[in-house]
């Protein structure tokens, strides 16, 4: 009798190219990170948007740009840029277009459990603030997540990961979490977190 292999674990995957996103594609990988900085240009605009409390959901970038409050100009142009440069990057590593994006300004712990999303893909970034944290090894046992809190990992602000969701990998998604955040100083508290999802399971 043929006893087909257990699975091994899923693997997050690091460089400082964004190519590395399109490794997403790969079966093994459940989420890929391009470490990169904060792009520095849309800096002004990013630091006025920290005196709102908001959330803005759009169908493409464009929308979304238009969703958000006025700012310094020049920085504005600059973050709309770096946004549809995102869903591009998206729409390469995984075939399918963005579906939706919600930028948030938020300063709680809102979902602060860790989760597998159910979503094809989604992309996230923090552009300031701290970052999400994840469990590269975390696993799914009858439904349940089975983690252990040494392992916890967290992005740097700038960074931009691929979770694939339970849509594109059931049972072997991205584990992660917005970081906890109500016990620090108030304006360290404050994040700004750019989602991107896929329309459906792909990869």
Same mark, same amino acid.
């Given at each position: 009798?043929?006893?087909?292999p ?9 460089a ?12 093994? !990988?459940?989420?890929?990170?391009? %470490?990169?900085?904060?792009? *520095?240009?849309? *800096? ?7 005196? %709102? ?17 006025p700012?310094p $100009?020049?920085a504005?142009?600059?973050f709309?840029h ?8 998206? %729409?390469?590593? &995984?075939?399918?277009?963005?579906? $939706?994006?919600?930028?948030?300004v938020?300063?709680?712990d809102?979902c602060?459990r860790? %989760?597998?999303?159910?979503?094809? !893909?989604?992309?996230?970034? &923090? ?10 090894e975390?696993?799914?046992?009858r439904?349940?997540?089975? $983690? ?11 960074d ?6 339970e ?5 072997r ?5 917005s970081?906890? !955040? ?7 508290r !404050? ?6 999802? $896929? ?5």
């Amino acid at each position: 009798m043929h006893i087909a292999p257990f699975p091994a674990a899923p693997q997050a995957v690091f460089a400082h190219a964004p190519t590395v996103l399109r490794r997403a594609a790969c079966q093994a !990988v459940n989420l890929a990170v391009w %470490h990169r900085p904060v792009p *520095l240009a849309a *800096l002004p605009y990013l630091r006025s948007l920290t005196q %709102h409390r908001l959330r803005a959901d759009a169908p493409d970038p464009a929308a979304l740009m238009r969703a958000l409050p006025p700012g310094p $100009t020049a920085a504005r142009r600059a973050f709309g840029h770096d946004v549809a440069r995102l869903a591009a990057l998206l %729409h390469a590593a &995984t075939g399918q277009e963005a579906a $939706t994006l919600r930028l948030e300004v938020l300063d709680d712990d809102a979902c602060r459990r860790f %989760h597998v999303d159910a979503v094809g !893909v989604r992309l996230l970034t &923090t552009y300031l603030g701290p970052a999400t944290e994840y469990l590269p090894e975390a696993a799914l046992d009858r439904g349940a997540l089975s $983690t252990s809190t040494q392992h916890i990992q967290r992005l740097r602000p700038g960074d931009v990961g691929l979770f694939k969701g339970e849509r594109a990998a059931p049972g072997r998604g991205a584990v992660h979490r917005s970081p906890p !955040v109500s016990h620090l100083p108030g304006p360290r508290r !404050v994040r700004i977190l750019l989602a991107i999802d $896929t329309a459906t399971a792909a990869p």
